[in-house]
T-cell receptor
Framework: SAVISQKPSRDICQRGTSLTIQCQVD?????MFWYRQQPGQSLTLIAT?????????ESGFVIDKFPISRPNLTFSTLTVSNMSPEDSSIYLC?????????????FGPGTRLTVT | AQSVTQPDIHITVSEGASLELRCNYS??????LFWYVQSPGQGLQLLLK??????LVQGIKGFEAEFKRSQSSFNLRKPSVHWSDAAEYFC??????????????FGTGTLLAVQP
C-alpha cells in the first residue's frame, strides 16, 4: 500500500478564484488519478495523470477547468479554475499499485472544497 | 457501458446482526471488482477485491464478498456487525487497460447505520 497525503484538507473559496490541490505519495507510482465526490454522491473520475505525459480527461471534464500537473512519480496537483458553487465537492487523488498478481487503487484523505 | 448499481441507499442493522450489501454491475468482460469503505471525514479504504479465481473473497475487518457471474453481483457480507462499521460503502468495477485496472466506476454507495 502507500501513504497518500493531500493539501489542503479543506478550503472555502470565493467564486471566480482558483484552488490548487496537492497530492503526495510516499513511493513512486506510475498512475495517479483524480476523482470528484459531489455532496451526497459517489465518486467520478476526473482524469488520469501519468508522469511525463498529458493528463487524460474523462467525458465532461476539460483541461482548462481542471489543469493537472505530474512533475514526478510521487506528486501531482489538480487545479480547480474559475470556481463556482457547483464545484463544491470532495476531491480525491488515488494511486495504483501492483499487489501480488493484481492491481489496487489507494486513495488520499480528500480535499473538501466549498465555493461561496 | 460499464455501470455499478447499489440498490440500497441506506441500511440500518443492529450491532451483532449479520449484514449484506448488494452490488450489481454491468460490464462486457470479466470485471475487476472492489469494495471500499468511507468513514465520516475519512478517505476511502479498500476492503477487498476480486480479480479471478475463488469467487468468495475475504477482506479486512471481517468482511467477505462473493462474485456471482450469473447474477452479475458482488455482494458484501459480514456475519456480525460492530458499531465501528457504521460508514458508507462503495462498490466499484475496474477495467483492464494495458494490464492495469485504470479507471474505477463507482456505485452510488450504501450508508450503513448500526443500532446499539
Amino acid at each position: 500500500s502507500a501513504v497518500i497525503s493531500q493539501k489542503p484538507s479543506r478550503d472555502i473559496c470565493q467564486r471566480g478564484t482558483s484552488l490548487t490541490i496537492q497530492c503526495q505519495v510516499d513511493s513512486q507510482v506510475t498512475m495517479m488519478f483524480w476523482y470528484r465526490q459531489q455532496p451526497g454522491q459517489s465518486l467520478t473520475l476526473i482524469a488520469t495523470a501519468n508522469q511525463g505525459s498529458e493528463a487524460t480527461y474523462e467525458s465532461g471534464f476539460v483541461i482548462d477547468k481542471f489543469p493537472i500537473s505530474r512533475p514526478n512519480l510521487t506528486f501531482s496537483t489538480l487545479t480547480v479554475s474559475n470556481m463556482s458553487p457547483e464545484d463544491s465537492s470532495i476531491y480525491l487523488c488515488s494511486v495504483e499499485f501492483l499487489a501480488g498478481s493484481s492491481y489496487e487503487q489507494y486513495f488520499g484523505p480528500g480535499t473538501r472544497l466549498t465555493v461561496t | 457501458a460499464q455501470s455499478v448499481t447499489q440498490p440500497d441507499i441506506h441500511i440500518t442493522v443492529s450491532e451483532g446482526a449479520s449484514l449484506e450489501l448488494r452490488c450489481n454491475y454491468s460490464y462486457g468482460a470479466t470485471p475487476y471488482l472492489f469494495w471500499y469503505v468511507q468513514s465520516p471525514g475519512q478517505g476511502l479504504q479498500l476492503l477487498l477485491k476480486y480479480f479471478s479465481g475463488d469467487t468468495l473473497v475475504q477482506g479486512i475487518k471481517g468482511f467477505e464478498a462473493e462474485f456471482k457471474r450469473s447474477q452479475s453481483s458482488f455482494n458484501l457480507r459480514k456475519p456480525s456487525v460492530h458499531w465501528s462499521d457504521a460508514a458508507e460503502y462503495f462498490c466499484a468495477v475496474g477495467g483492464i487497460y494495458g494490464g492495469a485496472t485504470n479507471k474505477l466506476i463507482f456505485g452510488t454507495g450504501t450508508l450503513l447505520a448500526v443500532q446499539p
